[in-house]
């Protein structure tokens, strides 16, 4: 079965350090790859998508993420965060090539920034 | 913009009890998903719906039910509350993929908290 891992449960970094929140999946087949954040009390919301194409994605907010097949990864990244980047984020893959429309969600990675 | 509201951010309900959680979605959705989210285990799909009358079982059925009688309404149903059941709730919606394998992206509602006492 399909499954991804976050394995950064917990991030603290002060305001203007660099991030990364690493997220890796078991598939081995074309696989459709999410990032999604939860700011405090607020809904789900996408940060950016991977579907084909350019392996580097841009999403909202400065972030952006990197599709690697040959590591089955994943990883988020901005380049100077934020104290408003305080939330907590998800990585998720499609569950398979014939069944994309449900979602894997890995554990959660919950980031906070301290000015 | 996509709208997903559920029908209460904060519930409390005695263990046995029936308990509904209601969804609604504004965008003509045909997909429609119920979560439980909980602290170090993420999001894990309880059920799933491709069209009204329609639903798949999810990671975690045991103990809920759903009812699609309309496309825009999702209703997640536990029979008899227990305490193992006291999480955050979110529904979400999307457009079915159908033969396509690009997948559209899930909206989500601000969730319910619900307490089992």
């Known amino acids: 079965a399909q499954s991804v891992s976050q394995h950064n449960h917990h991030v603290i970094l002060s305001e203007a350090a660099s991030l990364e929140l690493g997220c890796n999946y078991s598939?081995?087949?074309?696989?459709?790859l999410f990032w999604y954040v939860q700011y405090p009390g607020q809904h789900l919301q996408l940060l950016l998508k991977y579907f084909s194409g350019d392996p580097l994605v841009k999403g909202i907010k400065g972030f952006e993420a990197e599709f690697i097949k040959s590591k089955f990864s994943f990883n988020l990244r901005k380049p100077s965060v934020q104290w408003s980047d305080t939330a907590e984020y998800f990585c998720a893959v499609t569950a398979g090539t014939w069944n994309t429309d449900k979602l894997i969600f890995g554990t959660g990675t919950r980031l906070q920034v301290f000015p | 913009d996509v709208k997903v509201t559920q029908s209460s951010r904060y519930l409390v309900k005695r263990t046995g009890e029936k308990v509904f959680l209601e969804c609604v979605q504004d965008?003509?959705?045909?997909?429609m998903f119920w979560y439980r989210q909980d602290p170090g285990l993420g999001l894990r799909l309880i059920y799933f719906s491709y069209d009204v009358k329609m639903k798949e079982k999810g990671d975690i059925p045991e103990g809920y039910s759903v009812s699609r009688e309309k496309k825009e309404r999702f209703s997640l149903i536990l029979e008899s509350a227990s305490t193992n059941q006291t999480s955050m709730y979110l529904c979400?919606?999307?457009f079915g993929t159908g033969n396509l394998e690009v997948p559209y992206e899930q909206y989500f509602g601000p969730g319910t908290r619900l307490t089992v006492t």
């Open positions: 598939y081995g087949g074309t696989v459709n």
């Open positions: 979400a919606s999307s």
């Open positions: 965008m003509d959705h045909e997909n």
